[in-house]
């Protein structure tokens, strides 16, 4: 009897052995598992795949994609996406059922073709594939992100789809069994060579092994009880983990870049997102990604340098709008005849030096960005300030600023997802003045360096280039009456929040120089080549207007400060010289 019970024992314990190893090796499940697309009746342009798929249980996620013929697949922040499907048909994936392997999706009725969304500036990537395409997801910044598959927007999209993912089926008792086996294989051969003198012994070496099964067998059967002083739940826990590490992410951000040389335009080092205050800190995130920015702004220079070479507005239309386009638009159409006049500055976009872009938790258009970019990172270099809008989700940013830096102005230096950059509307009052308002009183410094609001302005080689250019046109005005009249666009300014609590503003002002001759006034004369040339006349009898555009940008304080609007860039575009009056 001594030897039976280790014997009995060593048995068990092999047996038990053997199927835990069994359920860690040739019986374990698979470790990953794969879930395929209903069939649907119909067809659509567009197939959303939801963030649902990419459950963070199961990740990563990997998808399996297959079309009669080529297509993309365009990933982007879930609301922005929606907003590009808004009323598209598209098949939307928004699951996977775990238990049965396969995709929940729906077909959502609604527009037969779109346009083709490959490489819309509002997804962060668009890849290509013909066929099929293995697409691995990685969200590549925090948040919602949804795939948007697509053809060429009238075509089919895809719709056979299958994901692969972790396997979450386990072997719960393969752990247990293997100790199991092993603690009674060796009180079995512990029992086996230890001799006992007395009967007394042999039981209580019997009731150990029976002891060594029963302990076994405890840690299989019996659950860990909760510590009776656990002061949450594991489910409160990991609430409390995921809030904190939100609440992490949205407080780091990149530090905002150094100023450089104040000799020089230079772009002003702010506050970092860490130094923003804690009711600054919300959950919104930026509107393109560096990535996406760098990605628009060489788009864009390579579409207006072509325009500049053809001298053609129709060439603009993809990346140039309003003031911009009109501008370079009036210079085409004398370059086209032949007149003497320089050709426009070419856009410099290979180093971008400070980067306005809004935070934003929504799909709100239209979106505007402000940027500073030089052909390189020479601090003598001037850099150009750009303002760029993107009126809806399915359209493209436009450019519609974009002028030199003035000496000795700044710019705030400004990180792609600083916290604290926000739109703001044109009469927001926040700041020292209203954003419209500061426009219509430089309108006015401009045209009279005497205006009460000249003192609101901080010395400016911009304004002092206008005043005497003005002076010097009434002196040479030969006893005509010079006027000067300017206007402020309420539909061209744009307004976006620095860390300071400023903001940059973009503005435009139309300009009107009539020189009215009197009854002593000899005829008009032209004073330069190029006014000659615009008026088809080296002088005139009647009236003459010079229509010129100025558009401008520049920075308003924070409500509260007694600094100045402080100039950012600015210029004076001669468009066209007209007669107005004859005699």
């Not at 990997?62 to 365009?74: D, H, N, P, V």
């Not at 061209?492 to 009215?516: K, Q, R, W």
Request: hydrophobic content about 40%; cysteine-free; aromatic content about 6%.
């Amino acid at each position: 009897m001594r030897k039976v019970i280790p014997v009995i024992a060593m048995l068990i314990g092999a047996i038990a052995l053997f199927i835990g190893i069994g359920q860690k090796t040739f019986w374990a499940p698979p470790e990953t598992v794969t879930a395929s697309m209903p069939a649907f009746e119909g067809t659509a342009p567009l197939t959303v795949v939801e963030p649902s798929i990419n459950d963070p249980e199961i990740a990563p996620v990997e998808l399996k994609i297959q079309s009669e013929g080529a297509f993309t697949a365009s990933l982007g922040r879930s609301y922005d996406v929606e907003a590009w499907v808004a009323d598209a048909q598209h098949i939307s994936l928004t699951g996977i059922d775990r238990e049965v392997h396969q995709l929940q999706a729906e077909l959502v009725e609604g527009e037969a073709e779109v346009p083709n969304p490959a490489g819309a500036d509002i997804f962060f990537d668009s890849q290509d594939a013909e066929g099929e395409m293995t697409y691995r997801w990685t969200a590549p910044d925090n948040g919602s992100w949804s795939l948007l598959l697509a053809a060429d927007g009238k075509a089919a999209a895809p719709a056979t789809i299958s994901v692969t993912y972790l396997n979450d089926a386990t072997m719960p008792w393969a752990l247990p069994l293997i100790i199991v086996g092993i603690l009674l294989i060796v009180g079995g051969v512990a029992l086996l060579v230890i001799r006992p003198s007395k009967s007394t012994n042999r039981t209580q070496h019997s009731l150990a092994l029976v002891a060594i099964l029963g302990l076994g067998l405890s840690g299989v059967m019996i659950p860990a009880a909760p510590s009776e002083d656990a002061s949450e739940s594991p489910s409160e826990s990991a609430e409390q983990s995921e809030q904190s590490t939100e609440e992490g992410a949205e407080s780091s951000a990149p530090a905002s870049e150094e100023a450089e040389d104040s000799a020089q335009p230079t772009e002003e080092a702010q506050p970092s997102a860490s130094e923003v205050p804690a009711e600054q800190t919300t959950t919104t995130f930026p509107v393109i990604t560096e990535e996406q920015l760098e990605r628009i702004l060489a788009d864009t220079k390579s579409v207006v340098a072509k325009a500049d070479e053809s001298h053609e507005a129709k060439d603009l239309e993809a990346r140039a709008a309003g003031g911009f386009r009109w501008m370079r638009d009036k210079r085409y159409s004398i370059l086209k005849e032949d007149i003497e006049i320089a050709q426009p500055d070419a856009l410099n976009t290979e180093v971008v030096r400070s980067a306005a872009v809004p935070n934003t938790s929504e799909a709100k258009f239209p979106r505007v960005i402000n940027v500073v970019t030089a052909k390189d990172s020479d601090p003598n270099t001037l850099p150009t300030a750009m303002t760029l809008i993107q009126n809806g989700p399915r359209d493209n940013y436009k450019v519609v600023f974009a002028s030199q830096m003035l000496p000795a102005s700044s710019f705030p230096g400004i990180a792609v997802g600083d916290p604290a950059v926000k739109q703001m509307a044109a009469d927001v009052d926040s700041l020292s003045i209203k954003p419209q308002d500061a426009v219509k009183q430089l309108a006015e410094v401009l045209t009279d360096e005497k205006s009460e609001h000249a003192e609101r302005f901080a010395e400016s080689e911009f304004i002092k280039a206008i005043h005497a250019g003005q002076k010097a046109e009434k002196e040479a005005a030969n006893e005509a009456n010079v006027k000067y009249t300017r206007k402020a666009s309420d539909k061209e300014t744009y307004v976006l929040s620095t860390p300071d609590g400023g903001a940059i503003v973009t503005g435009m002002i139309n300009s009107t120089t009539t020189f009215e001759r009197t009854e002593d006034s000899d005829p008009l004369e032209g004073t330069d080549e190029l006014t000659k040339a615009l008026l088809g006349s080296s002088s005139s009898r009647g009236d003459v207007a010079i229509n010129y555009a100025e558009p401008v940008m520049f920075y308003i304080p924070a409500g509260g400060s007694e600094d100045k609007v402080q100039l950012i860039a600015g210029e004076v575009a001669l468009l066209e010289v007209k007669q107005v009056e004859e005699d």
